[in-house]
């Protein structure tokens, strides 16, 4: 739960993969470049359960956000 949480301040994954070429460290200084992400969650309102965006993860390990029609703010992970 807690990388979720994390998540809720990420922009779209394409801005992140355009502005963070190199985002996480793999071993002391060494960092490992974003390469591939795969859909893990769909991202819903609440309140309708429409999909407004999806939950990456990438071959780093992070997570990330993309919003089909910008960010929100409450949502639901399924």
């Not at 779209?12 to 963070?20: A, C, I, P, T």
């Not at 460290?25 to 490992?32: E, I, L, M, N, T």
């Amino acid at each position: 739960m807690s990388a979720l949480n994390a998540v809720m301040g990420d922009s779209d994954v394409g801005q992140l993969h355009r502005k963070h070429e190199f985002d996480m460290p793999v071993q002391g200084s060494v960092r490992a470049k974003k390469a591939q992400a795969r859909a893990i969650k769909r991202v819903l309102d609440p309140r309708t359960r429409k999909t407004v965006g999806w939950l990456y993860e990438w071959n780093t390990g992070q997570v990330s956000v993309m919003w089909k029609d910008g960010r929100r703010e409450n949502v639901v992970y399924e």
